[in-house]
């Protein structure tokens, strides 16, 4: 019988090459959107395993608009009980952006938006902390105590930032008619850094790293306060975002305390945010899901179609196969494996476009340039699951029509 069905579902090959394109196509849909969903998944799990325990602080309202942590909040942390649970922690002061205005609009054509955010690190935190001084992919690091800096790899293959290794970036320190005070860093080395793949209108944070101690004396220069921090990032041994919480929570009543002085101090988890991502996306997952479903459920129309076309040209076959023996059950099941073999071959189909598709989004410049597609064994099941499903389903009205059909009418009709 399983040899009988398959030739009856290749009679009208025309029929049944379009059958399961229609088939292909919303599985298709299913399996290149299952897969991105799941890279993106993936990624977000990565993700959130690297940071569930850091802790980011910064000055709450800052006078000035910009954060200034004292020297000190450190040991003021390591000597309260919770000091015993740090694991490590960086920190960093952010040059104000006026210091490098005139690259604002001058890094991409025709993109207003970007900015080059100046930072001071301590190489030694940051090495341990395994920040950009440990990403350089060409070049080498700062020197601490030298105007040297480490630069994000994204400008390399920028359109105007014409300034590459060996040369001089220029640090505005102050800008007017009158004064135009500016400091020379040699650039020395690119740290790798990803691109958050938004499209190409959505301006973006470029990043150059110097020694703090530098910063510092910039900041000095420019007549701003200095040897503060902007922000300390803290590790903590958590496991969960409760934990990361109740970390978060101390270090507010230390601050609500007093213990920082006049500077009161705001704590983020960037484990909560990633989760917040996570949970995002969730919801959306759920909505391309439906899609997904709905698409292949109007696909798994065209096996009914097609069946039920089959099963009028067919009658008189059915009704002698009947008269020769077959029962009811035999004829369904007829039915039922032929439109199983048409949703088999949609869902070979629809996974062959999906690879192409896939690779072709993949080696196109934009936002799924940098997504990557996890192609899995169980979205592969997932895939060839509702095929099948499909094929039960589209085959089923067909098949109980084909098996109630009485001989005896059928033959006196013809």
């Given at each position: 019988?399983?040899?009988?069905?398959?030739?009856?579902?290749?009679?009208?090959?025309?029929?049944?090459?379009?059958?399961?394109?229609g088939?292909?196509?919303?599985?298709?849909?299913?399996?290149?959107?299952?897969?991105?969903?799941?890279?993106?998944?993936?990624?977000?799990?990565?993700?959130?395993?690297?940071?569930?325990?850091?802790?980011?602080?910064?000055?709450?309202?800052?006078?000035?608009?910009?954060?200034?942590?004292?020297?000190?909040?450190?040991?003021?942390?390591?000597?309260?009980p919770?000091?015993?649970?740090?694991?490590?922690?960086?920190?960093?002061?952010?040059?104000?952006?006026?210091?490098?205005?005139?690259?604002?609009?001058?890094?991409?054509?025709?993109?207003?938006?970007?900015?080059?955010?100046?930072?001071?690190?301590?190489?030694?935190?940051d090495?341990l902390?395994?920040?950009?001084?440990?990403?350089?992919?060409?070049?080498?690091?700062?020197?601490?105590?030298?105007?040297?800096?480490?630069?994000?790899?994204?400008?390399?293959d920028?359109?105007?930032?014409?300034?590459?290794?060996?040369?001089?970036?220029?640090?505005?320190?102050?800008?007017?008619?009158?004064?135009?005070?500016?400091?020379?860093?040699?650039?020395?080395?690119?740290?790798?850094?990803?691109?958050?793949?938004?499209?190409?209108?959505?301006?973006?944070?470029?990043?150059?790293?110097?020694?703090?101690?530098?910063?510092?004396?910039?900041?000095?220069?420019?007549?701003?306060?200095?040897?503060?921090?902007?922000?300390?990032?803290?590790?903590?041994?958590s496991?969960?975002?409760?934990?990361?919480?109740?970390?978060?929570?101390?270090?507010?009543?230390?601050?609500?305390?007093?213990?920082?002085?006049?500077?009161?101090?705001?704590?983020?988890?960037?484990?909560?945010f990633?989760?917040s991502?996570?949970?995002?996306?969730?919801?959306?997952?759920?909505?391309?899901?439906?899609?997904?479903?709905?698409?292949?459920?109007?696909?798994?129309?065209?096996?009914?179609?097609?069946?039920?076309?089959?099963?009028?040209?067919?009658?008189?076959?059915?009704?002698?196969?009947?008269?020769?023996?077959?029962?009811?059950?035999?004829?369904?099941?007829?039915?039922?494996?032929?439109?199983?073999?048409?949703?088999?071959?949609?869902?070979?189909i629809?996974?062959?476009?999906?690879?192409?598709?896939?690779?072709?989004?993949?080696?196109?410049?934009?936002a799924?340039?940098?997504?990557?597609?996890k192609?899995?064994?169980?979205?592969?099941?997932?895939?060839?699951?509702?095929?099948?499903g499909?094929?039960?389903?589209?085959?089923?009205?067909?098949?109980?029509?084909?098996?109630?059909?009485?001989?005896?009418?059928?033959?006196?009709?013809?």
């Amino acid at each position: 019988m399983l040899l009988f069905s398959i030739k009856n579902v290749f009679r009208k090959k025309v029929m049944a090459i379009l059958s399961s394109l229609g088939i292909g196509f919303g599985l298709m849909l299913m399996f290149v959107l299952g897969a991105f969903s799941s890279g993106v998944e993936a990624q977000l799990e990565d993700n959130f395993a690297e940071v569930i325990g850091v802790v980011e602080i910064q000055e709450q309202n800052p006078i000035n608009g910009r954060s200034e942590l004292p020297k000190n909040t450190m040991d003021i942390l390591f000597d309260a009980p919770l000091g015993e649970d740090i694991k490590n922690y960086n920190v960093k002061v952010s040059l104000p952006t006026a210091f490098t205005l005139p690259y604002i609009g001058n890094i991409r054509e025709d993109m207003d938006g970007d900015v080059l955010q100046l930072t001071g690190i301590n190489q030694t935190l940051d090495q341990l902390w395994k920040g950009p001084t440990n990403k350089i992919n060409l070049g080498r690091n700062f020197i601490a105590g030298e105007k040297e800096i480490i630069l994000d790899s994204r400008l390399i293959d920028v359109d105007k930032f014409d300034v590459g290794l060996g040369d001089f970036l220029t640090v505005y320190l102050e800008i007017s008619p009158l004064k135009n005070v500016t400091e020379l860093f040699e650039i020395v080395g690119f740290y790798s850094q990803d691109d958050s793949g938004a499209p190409d209108f959505v301006p973006r944070s470029y990043y150059g790293y110097m020694d703090l101690e530098i910063a510092w004396s910039m900041l000095g220069k420019a007549g701003l306060n200095n040897e503060t921090f902007t922000s300390i990032d803290l590790l903590f041994p958590s496991t969960s975002n409760e934990q990361t919480t109740a970390y978060i929570d101390q270090i507010i009543d230390l601050s609500d305390s007093g213990e920082f002085g006049d500077i009161f101090i705001q704590a983020f988890s960037l484990g909560q945010f990633q989760e917040s991502l996570s949970e995002s996306f969730d919801i959306f997952n759920s909505f391309f899901l439906i899609i997904s479903l709905i698409t292949a459920l109007a696909g798994g129309m065209a096996i009914i179609v097609s069946q039920l076309s089959s099963v009028n040209e067919r009658r008189k076959e059915f009704a002698i196969l009947k008269s020769t023996g077959w029962k009811n059950r035999h004829i369904f099941t007829n039915i039922i494996i032929e439109s199983l073999v048409l949703g088999i071959l949609g869902a070979v189909i629809g996974i062959g476009l999906g690879l192409g598709i896939i690779q072709l989004l993949g080696s196109l410049e934009g936002a799924f340039s940098s997504a990557t597609a996890k192609i899995s064994q169980g979205l592969v099941i997932q895939v060839l699951s509702f095929a099948l499903g499909i094929g039960v389903i589209g085959g089923m009205y067909p098949g109980i029509k084909a098996a109630r059909l009485r001989p005896v009418e059928v033959l006196k009709g013809e």
